[in-house]
């Protein structure tokens, strides 16, 4: 074969199909400028076909010369090409299922190097990760097990498999990204597992140590949110307070505020768990709503996942009581256990700053009694506890807007809570990120104002009470940038009511 014949049997990306798919991909990468890596990396149109996840590539990428032959991305894969010596058609065979080098990456500190990957999987959902070089370096089963088991389809082959690491380490991309494996602040920008929010000079991509269940998730509208579920919520003083408080977690860094949390406490049924349900609504489905029955270990993740945010828990009566002094001290301190690394270094110690909200019959008090641990006055400081009844014989709630009596009431908020959720947590922290200096500067006010009113108030209660003037103002300013629906100083006036108490 000629070296022309060769050209043309190998350009896919000459081919009409291709050549459509291309241009179609180019002007829809653009968002590949924005400094943001997450989910919608591509867009729908793009994810529609497999194919064009690798479409830059294609353009962009010359074959790879590899041992007898030469690596060449396709329109349906990556495949292996050899020529044949008597002129006849070149051998190909797939070391892959279509994938996109997107950048070469590493950690803050200028290490932990890797290789930032994306591709589709047979059910059309794109995924993301970047593959550490050391994998690549020396036990390269290790990452081909990952990317399989997240649905790309790699060649059982052994020497193509060998090939797919030498187009990796060798790929030419020149794209720089920083991977971090916390969620929050960084500098001006907030990572959450899905989406990077502010500018930065440099690209950034969230890469967690763990596949746990984040709890991020979106869906309708904010308006529909809003308008439905959060804005009737603004005269009830425990319902406003909750939602308040999943705005709260993001201030907490930015004001240089000590982490901390709440216990809505009271008897069965009274809609204890609404209130967190309702709350987590800011952020995602139920299912952020997590559960006090879980190991140390298992909280310590829970908690780094939600750093610079609100970790919901609810019945702390299904806390193992042995441990919920460690658990407890643990989170409210922010920081984790101390573990060595397999060569007898020590792995990054977790960190986080959050806001916990807490339900229960039984306060912290009672149930650390029960297995015979001390309770110390500062524990109720770190955990205010709050009365989930609000005095009106409704239960949680000080009025009935949406039904005839507090049970159908819930029921029409439950439902509610799972129609629409998340959408109102991204245009926080898109509105965080883009008037951070504001934001501080408005809640050091509404805090000061807040706090204004207690003077009389000291030491432990005055800690409580700057706690819950956060939590004020950050439902104050949710209010003005349009999310909640609620009218100026009803925030406040449900954190005092709650701080009252």
Avoid at 174 to 182: A, G, P
Wanted: glycine share 6%; with cysteine; net charge positive.
């Amino acid at each position: 074969m000629t070296k022309s014949n060769q050209d043309s049997a190998i350009a896919f990306d000459k081919d009409q199909e291709a050549a459509e798919l291309v241009n179609s991909a180019k002007e829809n990468l653009s968002t590949l400028q924005s400094g943001q890596v997450n989910q919608t990396l591509l867009t729908d149109d793009l994810r529609k076909s497999s194919s064009a996840i690798v479409a830059e590539d294609i353009l962009s990428t010359p074959a790879m010369k590899y041992d007898k032959g030469y690596i060449k991305q396709c329109i349906d894969g990556l495949y292996y090409v050899v020529d044949n010596k008597n002129g006849s058609k070149p051998k190909k065979e797939q070391i892959c299922s279509p994938i996109k080098v997107v950048a070469r990456s590493r950690d803050v500190n200028n290490s932990q190097w890797g290789i930032v990957l994306e591709w589709l999987d047979k059910a059309n959902t794109l995924h993301t990760w970047s593959v550490p070089i050391e994998l690549i370096q020396s036990d390269s089963r290790k990452y081909r097990r990952e990317v399989a088991r997240r649905g790309l389809v790699v060649s059982t082959k052994k020497y193509l498999q060998d090939a797919l690491d030498f187009y990796l380490n060798n790929h030419p991309i020149e794209s720089l990204f920083v991977f971090t494996n916390k969620v929050g602040w960084h500098n001006n920008v907030f990572v959450t597992p899905d989406r990077v929010y502010g500018k930065t000079n440099e690209k950034i991509i969230y890469q967690p140590e763990s596949s746990l269940n984040h709890g991020y998730s979106q869906k309708g509208t904010l308006e529909e949110w809003r308008e439905n579920l959060c804005s009737p919520l603004g005269a009830q003083s425990r319902l406003n307070f909750a939602i308040s408080c999943a705005f709260t977690g993001p201030l907490l860094k930015i004001l240089d505020i000590e982490g901390g949390g709440f216990h809505m406490l009271g008897k069965s049924s009274i809609g204890k768990s609404l209130s967190l349900y309702v709350a987590a609504s800011v952020w995602g489905k139920r299912g952020y709503v997590k559960n006090w029955n879980a190991t140390k270990n298992a909280a310590e993740y829970l908690a780094a996942m939600c750093n610079d945010g609100i970790l919901i828990m609810d019945e702390i009566s299904q806390a193992e009581k042995n441990s919920l002094e460690d658990i407890f001290y643990m989170l409210s301190n922010g920081m984790g256990k101390s573990r060595s690394t397999a060569d007898g270094g020590n792995r990054v110690v977790k960190t986080w700053r959050i806001l916990l909200l807490s339900s229960g019959e039984e306060t912290l008090q009672s149930m650390l009694r029960h297995s015979n641990k001390r309770h110390n006055p500062g524990m109720e400081v770190r955990l205010c506890h709050i009365d989930a009844e609000a005095g009106k014989n409704l239960g949680i709630f000080d009025s009935l807007v949406l039904a005839t009596t507090p049970e159908k009431q819930a029921d029409i908020l439950t439902k509610l809570t799972n129609q629409y959720y998340g959408t109102a947590g991204t245009n926080w922290l898109n509105y965080i990120t883009l008037n951070k200096d504001f934001i501080i500067a408005e809640a050091n006010h509404i805090i000061e104002k807040f706090m204004h009113d207690y003077s009389h108030v000291k030491y432990q209660a005055y800690r409580v009470g700057k706690r819950l003037a956060v939590v004020a103002a950050a439902g104050e300013l949710a209010t003005k940038a349009g999310i909640t629906g609620w009218q100026a100083g009803q925030a406040s006036t449900a954190a005092k009511t709650c701080f009252d108490n």
